[in-house]
């Protein structure tokens, strides 16, 4: 399927169908600033459970093409009730968004979001220890580089954000592009069809997960289609092959016959894996890390 998918519809074909709308079970604070650029405001929603919150966090990367779109967020609610039903405090990401801005720049601008959210982790009532982080495809690219290249932050610095960890705890990755060399090539089908690919190439190294894998790297599960043509699964079963080398926990789910995005018993299951993976690496507060 050779198409740019809006980031809602990437939300839907995620996790298993629900009816949108308001759930009074859940506490929604929307458009967090945490940044700006060229005059315009960086911003998140927070959807969190207001019986059973466990103190974990997952952001999700609103992301599709590196295509980052606004949606009410309590039409988000129903598509995300597994892991709030889990007891996850959610946080919808959305990036600086193609065609403005390429990948590099998304990439500082999640990297800003994990730095505010571990900063305001008491605000928001979680452990900034305990975050987790997914999306599907681009989503699921951005989520790869935040597990990979996460830094302690800068103590020198003068913006007080900067000087935050951008870590995450784990990671889920749904049909992820790894390894962006190829893609940024003027010869390339995706560099035509994606303009957030537009950039120098000699930043494709830095921009690739694939690249960065080291024995530090957050746990991370992969679930891909072998059906997929967009992103081919091999951009799951290479990385998973370097993050077995390097011994980070890594599983990855393939599911067959599935294209570039799940639907039905397939979507029920990717989500399924999600939520048990998150449990399993964010139920307690992470074990110290050698920082990078």
């Not at 982080?133 to 990979?148: E, R």
């Not at 870590?167 to 560099?191: C, I, K």
């Amino acid at each position: 399927m050779k198409s740019i998918l809006p980031a809602v519809l990437l939300i839907a074909m995620l996790l298993p169908p629900a009816a949108l709308g308001a759930d009074e079970s859940v506490a929604i604070t929307p458009d967090v600033v945490y940044g700006h650029k060229d005059g315009m405001a960086l911003t998140f929603d927070v959807l969190k459970p207001k019986e059973n919150a466990n103190g974990a966090g997952v952001l999700f990367m609103v992301s599709g093409g590196w295509y980052s779109h606004w949606f009410p967020p309590q039409h988000a609610v129903g598509t995300f009730k597994p892991l709030l039903d889990a007891g996850f405090t959610v946080f919808v990401v959305r990036h600086g968004s193609s065609p403005k801005y390429v990948v590099p720049e998304a990439v500082e601008d999640v990297r800003r979001s994990v730095r505010v959210i571990r900063q305001r982790a008491r605000q928001f009532g979680v452990d900034p220890d305990r975050l987790g982080v997914t999306g599907g495809s681009a989503g699921g690219h951005l989520s790869l580089i935040l597990g990979t290249t996460a830094d302690a932050g800068d103590p020198q610095a003068g913006d007080e954000v900067l000087r935050q960890s951008s870590r995450v705890a784990a990671v889920v990755a749904y049909y992820p592009p790894t390894d962006l060399r190829e893609f940024v090539q003027e010869d390339s089908w995706y560099y035509e069809k994606f303009p957030a690919l537009r950039f120098d190439p000699a930043r494709a190294d830095a921009c690739s997960p694939l690249l960065q894998v080291t024995d530090d790297d957050a746990p991370t599960l992969l679930v891909h289609g072998d059906k997929d043509e967009l992103v081919p699964l091999d951009h799951s079963e290479k990385i998973l092959a370097a993050l077995q080398k390097v011994k980070v926990p890594c599983e990855l789910l393939v599911v067959e016959g599935a294209a570039h995005g799940f639907s039905g018993d397939d979507g029920r299951r990717a989500g399924e894996a999600m939520v048990a993976w998150f449990q399993k690496h964010l139920g307690k507060p992470a074990a110290t890390k050698r920082e990078p």
